[in-house]
């Protein structure tokens, strides 16, 4: 039995090596009135050995965080085979439960899937979407642009989201959201991985993959008012 986890503990090891880790992506929920949202993403960092998770509070309407709004944290552990990174996320969430609530954050509050990308289902181009919202009569037509520059540690990239929208009472609006100007160093490539309506219904959520150079993949996301 010890063998067979020491073998098991070395195959993770080398596969987070020389394959980059995913880290996880955790919803923590919309304020009551859709104006604020809060995730979280934790994981294990082959390259020092710690857990980490890194906490967000979003200001919806704007596409910015808040003051203050972003926390890291890392920590010494050891994860066994069949363990999870999940302990750094509650480690976090602890010390930063003041912030949450000053938000009005309630974990309840996740907002309404619109798309999620499954992997095993895999698509021929998951950053062209075409998908109607049958509860709010809505179609949506999303094509994520990017661009990336350079090699090695001159790559950097960018990218931007432009969104069709039409609605129920015939109404056609074109948005572009993003930062397209800003270039993020290190980052080879954007997925679009999930779609969010906020609770208000007022605002869009996009929950982004971005793989950086050692194939790590982290998520950023960005809003959209939508009425």
Known sequence: ????????SLLL??????AGDTARFVNLGFSGDGAYF?????????DTGKLYSDLYIVDVKRNVFVSGGVHHGEYESIIEPG???????????????DQRRRYNIAYLEKGRPLYIRFPEREEENPNNLNFRDFERNTA??????????????????????????EQRNGIVKNLKIGHPDY????????????????PDEDSLIFIIN??????????????AKIN
């Open 183 to 198: 270039y993020r160093e290190g980052i080879t490539g954007y997925e679009i991985n999930r779609i969010l309506l906020s």
């Open 13 to 18: 090891i080398a596969f987070s090596l020389f």
């Open 38 to 46: 809060m995730f979280a993403q934790h994981g294990f960092q082959s």
């Open 1 to 8: 039995m010890k063998k067979t986890v020491l073998i098991c």
């Open 210 to 223: 971005k793989s950086d150079v050692d194939l790590n993949v982290r998520y950023m996301i960005e809003t």
């Open 83 to 97: 363990q999870s990174s999940d302990g750094a996320l509650y480690t976090l969430l602890e010390s930063t439960a």
């Open 140 to 165: 949506y037509t999303i094509d994520l642009v990017q661009e990336v520059e350079g090699e090695g540690s001159a790559l950097k990239s960018r990218f931007y989201i432009d969104l069709k929208l």
